[in-house]
C-alpha cells in the first residue's frame, strides 16, 4: 500500500517531471524513484536538514541552480551528477551525501549507500511493473487535509483506520498533519495487510516495500525489527518476503477500563495522549472497543520547547551547544542548517531549551 499511495500522489505532477526530464535529459524511471524516496510525493515536507519539496533539495542548492520550481531543481540537479559521473549510481550517491565525496572516492556513508540501493529498488519497479502500479493507483484516492483536520478525524471521515491511512502516507505517518496536504487513501478498507501473532503483525511485503518506513510506520525500533527477521542494514526487500514486526513496548502508562460509549479521540484526550498511540499499544487495529476492556495509555511526549539565541563575535556552533546543554545536531537540525557549521554575527538561531 506505500508505493501505491505514494504514486498516486507522484501522478499529480508527472506531467512537470516528464517536461523536465525531457528538458535536461534524466531518466523518468530515476526521477521518479527519487521523488518517491526523497519525499514520497508530498511537496511540503521539510527534512531535519532544512531540504525542502518533492526532490529534498537544499535551499543553498535551490538559489545556485536558478530555477523556478523544486520539481525542476531536484531534475536539473540530478541531471547534472550523472552528466559527471556517467553512472547513475554515483550519481544518486552525489545527490544524498555531496559530489565532493563521490569525485574524491572517499568511502559512503551507510545511510548514502542505502538511499543508493532503496532508490534503485524504486527504478527497478518501476521499469518492469509501472503499467501495473500506475493501473492500480488510479484506484487510490486522494483527500486534502483541511483546518483542524487529525489522523484520527481523517481516519472518521474517511471510514478508515489510523494505520491504513498511515500505511498509505508513510512519509507523512510520522508527523502531524498539515492543511493542504494530501492524503492518499483506498476506496474501501483493506483486511489483507497483517495477520496478528501473538504480539507480533506478520506482514508479507509488496513491491517498493521500504523496511526502514515500516519501522517509522509502526513505530518499532530499526535494530528490533532488523534482529526479529535478520535483515542488513543495506538491502531491499523482495515482494513475498514475510516479516514478523515485534509490537511489545516497555515504559510507564494508565490504564483506562472501557466503558460502554467510549471512543479512542475521547479516552486519548482525558488521558493526555493521542488515538493512535493507544490503537498501537494495544493492537486496536480495527479501532474497535469492548466495554470491560483494560487499556495501557502512555502520555504523549511533551513537544520540544526552544529559546532564540543571537550569535555573538567569537561563538561557534560547538560553543553554543556547550553553553545551552545541547548538542551541535541538534542545533543544526533546528535551523535547518544541514551539515552546515557556519554562523554570522547577528543571526538567530533555535536552541533546543529542553536540556537547559
Not at 542548517?337 to 536540556?355: C, D, E, H, K, Y
Request: hydrophobic share 35%; glycine share 8%; charged share 25%.
Amino acid at each position: 500500500p506505500s508505493l501505491l499511495g505514494m504514486y498516486r500522489k507522484v501522478m499529480e505532477i508527472d506531467s512537470d517531471i516528464k517536461r523536465f526530464t525531457d528538458q535536461y535529459e534524466l531518466d523518468l524511471d530515476l526521477a521518479r524513484a527519487v521523488v518517491l524516496h526523497e519525499s514520497g510525493g508530498n511537496g511540503a515536507v521539510v527534512s531535519i536538514d532544512g531540504a525542502r519539496g518533492y526532490f529534498q533539495v537544499m535551499p543553498a542548492t535551490f538559489r545556485e541552480l536558478r530555477v523556478d520550481s523544486n520539481i525542476e531543481g531536484g531534475i536539473k540537479y540530478l541531471a547534472q551528477q550523472v552528466k559527471r559521473f556517467g553512472r547513475e549510481d554515483y550519481a544518486l550517491a552525489a545527490y544524498n551525501g555531496g559530489p565532493g565525496r563521490v569525485s574524491r572516492n572517499r568511502p559512503m556513508y551507510l545511510e548514502t549507500l542505502q538511499y543508493v540501493i532503496q532508490v534503485g529498488d524504486y527504478r527497478n519497479v518501476l521499469k518492469l511493473y509501472e503499467t501495473s502500479i500506475r493501473h492500480h493507483a488510479l484506484d487510490i484516492r486522494l483527500e486534502t487535509v483541511g483546518e483542524g483536520d487529525s489522523w484520527w478525524s481523517m481516519s472518521q471521515r474517511l471510514g478508515l483506520s489510523i494505520l491504513q491511512l498511515r500505511l498509505h502516507n508513510p512519509f507523512l505517518a510520522t508527523r502531524a498533519l498539515r492543511v493542504g496536504q494530501l492524503l492518499a487513501y483506498p476506496p474501501a478498507p483493506r483486511s489483507d495487510l497483517f495477520t496478528t501473532e501473538d504480539d507480533h503483525l506478520v506482514y508479507r511485503t509488496r513491491h517498493g516495500d521500504n523496511y526502514l518506513r515500516l519501522a517509522f510506520i509502526l513505530e518499532v525500533g530499526l535494530e528490533t525489527l532488523r534482529d526479529a527477521n535478520s535483515l542488513w542494514r543495506l538491502q531491499s526487500l523482495p515482494a513475498g518476503q514475510v516479516l514478523r514486526v515485534p509490537m511489545e513496548w516497555t515504559g510507564k502508562y494508565n490504564e483506562h477500563v472501557v466503558q460502554t460509549g467510549d471512543d479512542l479521540k475521547q479516552i486519548a484526550d482525558t488521558m493526555k495522549s493521542n488515538p493512535w498511540r493507544i490503537v498501537r499499544d494495544n493492537g486496536l487495529w480495527a479501532q474497535d472497543l469492548t466495554p470491560g476492556t483494560t487499556l495501557r495509555v502512555r502520555p504523549e511526549a511533551p513537544k520540544p520547547t526552544f529559546l532564540t539565541y543571537r550569535v555573538s563575535s567569537g561563538d561557534t556552533l560547538g560553543r553554543i551547544a556547550s553553553r545551552h546543554g545541547t548538542s551541535v545536531r541538534a542545533i543544526q537540525s533546528a535551523n535547518g542548517l544541514g551539515r552546515n557549521t557556519v554562523i554570522r554575527i547577528g543571526q538567530s538561531l533555535r536552541v533546543p531549551a529542553a536540556a537547559n
